[in-house]
Nanobody, 121 residues
Framework: QVRLVESGEGLVQAGGSLRLSCIASGRTFRDLCMGWFRQAPGKEREFVAGVNWGTTTEYADAVKGRFTISRDNTKNAVSLQMDNLKPEDTAVYYC???????????????WGQGTQVTVSA
């Protein structure tokens, strides 16, 4: 069982930046593909970004060019650097894991507890 713990919750003004981190345990990190999802009030949870075992990444259209996902296999960590934040980025952000990048995007097998990101206008 993979345990995922997010950090980096925050309140930021529009145009600002925030960095989320997620630490994984319970399984060899190099075997995992990792991703980030978000859920805004009244909306369904949606894919934000994913990274495979190395450096191949995928992004939702809404965040391309603004968000960057990266992983550090020495720290069992995946991060999401969020720049030029917009009020519509306000949501609870969840870390996710899966066996492949496609699995992370469409059928994650593990979830973190979520961390709140609020962007004020």
């Amino acid at each position: 069982q993979v345990r995922l713990v997010e950090s980096g919750e925050g309140l930021v003004q529009a145009g600002g930046s925030l960095r989320l981190s997620c630490i994984a345990s319970g399984r060899t990190f190099r075997d995992l593909c990792m991703g980030w999802f978000r859920q805004a009030p009244g909306k369904e949870r949606e894919f934000v970004a994913g990274v495979n075992w190395g450096t191949t990444t995928e992004y939702a259209d809404a965040v391309k060019g603004r968000f960057t996902i990266s992983r550090d296999n020495t720290k069992n960590a995946v991060s999401l650097q969020m720049d030029n934040l917009k009020p519509e980025d306000t949501a609870v952000y969840y870390c996710a894991a899966g066996g492949t990048l496609a699995a992370v995007r469409y059928r994650p097998t593990s979830w973190g507890q979520g961390t709140q990101v609020t962007v004020s206008a």
